[in-house]
């Protein structure tokens, strides 16, 4: 199955290869894109990571034996080649008096630790752009992660978890009116579901018989951007409780941000900052927890964790450009006292904080790319509200070096 599945991705892309040649400028063509890309890592510290480490998040908690070793305190290294990526982008064509471009983009990322160097999905929409109104729809960028202006980093986390990371299954509507834009977004969960009883599953929005909304207002003129926007959510962990009885318990969640971006000549700056509910499938911190349980139905109530964060990123040159990225998120706990079960990302770090500079060579179609990223984070226990106290600190530094080719 996977030389029949190499062998038609080879087909596939000579077929595009050839007939994006073929076609004339004004009509109908494919664009073929991407990059060929290897990273070498070396921590100094066990660390929460996905994919081999490749995707990296915070460091591992002390974690001590018999004789007070520190056993988290290990270094260890690796070489990945698995963020290289194809791009094919169909354009040329109009309906409905709009123009229409379709993309489809995927890696060697994998699905999950156990799928590393699977060929994955990253990108499949299709935009509909009329003179002052676009509409996508398919799986893109989460609305909150503003492409506009993101951190610059080399690590492939791109500012995680104090950035909102990932791809959902999306209709969004963009509307431009002069220097404002206004995007309204419905979406699913596919990269990164949401935590609960049965595991980490979509299953639990899917239940709840309502998408992701999100609302943003952006404004830009000349070498100024500015935005802000929210994110409303509602999941339903579970459809019965442990004693076969229904359950219609949700869990609604709202999220706002704020962010902008100023550049002029070769210098770049850019910012954000974020108030998160139950933002786990975003790769902040927080989530959900039972905050009430009924003894005779088991129905169970349930509470937002909490979480702020916030990021800066200053860059400067092009052809040789040096940057530096720092960031801060906090978990702010829960409103309520929580008795049950806690569904959520980093519940035992009080707060996180990275300092990561950078700096880039860029030669005609090569990249390469060096950064130190060290990442604190501090934990610690938990009261009654989900909020940490008694802090033990730890910290990793990350070397990375990376090298492109793009095509």
């Known amino acids: 199955m996977k030389k029949i599945s190499k062998l038609f991705l080879l087909f596939f892309l000579i077929t595009v290869s050839l007939f994006s040649q073929e076609k004339p400028a004004d009509e109908f063509s494919l664009k073929l894109s991407g990059y060929v890309k290897t990273d070498v890592f070396y921590d100094t ?13 915070y460091p591992a908690p002390e974690l001590k034996d018999a004789n007070g070793k520190d056993l988290n305190s290990e270094t260890s290294f690796n070489f990945l080649s698995v963020q290289s990526r194809i791009n094919v982008t169909a354009s040329g064509t109009e309906a409905l008096g709009a123009k229409i471009k379709g993309v489809i983009e995927a890696d060697f990322f994998g699905n999950a630790d156990t799928d590393v160097n699977g060929f994955r999905l990253r990108h499949a929409f299709v935009t509909l752009m009329w003179e002052k109104t676009s509409l996508l729809v398919g799986q893109y960028w989460i609305p909150m992660m503003i492409v506009e202006s993101c951190p610059g980093t080399v690590s492939f986390n791109t500012g995680a978890p104090f950035q909102p990371f990932g791809r959902n299954p999306q209709i969004r509507l963009t509307q431009s009116a002069g220097n404002l834009k206004f995007i309204l977004a419905a979406s699913s969960q596919r990269d990164i579901p949401s935590p609960g009883p049965d595991g980490a599953s979509s299953a639990y929005l899917r239940n709840s018989n309502m998408p992701i909304w999100d609302a943003h207002i952006q404004y830009a003129q000349n070498d100024f951007f500015a935005g802000a926007g929210a994110n409303f959510k509602m999941i339903k962990p579970r459809v019965k409780t442990s004693l076969n009885l229904e359950t219609n318990s949700t869990v609604k969640s709202l999220s706002f941000m704020a962010y902008g971006k100023y550049e002029t000549g070769l210098f770049s700056m850019k910012a954000e900052t974020i108030y998160g509910e139950n933002m786990s499938d975003y790769l902040l911190l927080g989530g959900y927890a039972v905050k009430k349980i009924n003894s005779t139905t088991d ?4 509470c937002n964790i909490r979480a702020v964060s916030g990021w800066t990123d200053i860059s400067y040159g092009k052809d040789l450009s040096f940057g530096i990225f720092a960031g801060y998120t906090k978990n702010m706990g829960s409103p309520s006292n929580i008795n049950g079960q806690i569904y959520s990302r980093g519940s035992d770090i009080n707060y996180i904080y990275r300092i990561s500079p950078r700096i880039i060579f860029n030669t005609g179609k090569i990249q390469t ?30 070397l990375i070096a990376a090298f492109y080719y793009f095509f």
């Open 45 to 57: 510290r066990q660390s929460v990571t996905a994919r081999e480490g490749h995707l990296y998040l």
């Open 299 to 302: 129905e169970h109530e349930y």
């Open 369 to 398: 790319a060096f950064e130190t990223e060290h990442t604190c984070a501090a934990y610690g226990k938990l009261n009654k509200k989900g909020k940490v106290y008694d802090n033990t600190l730890v910290s990793n530094t990350r």
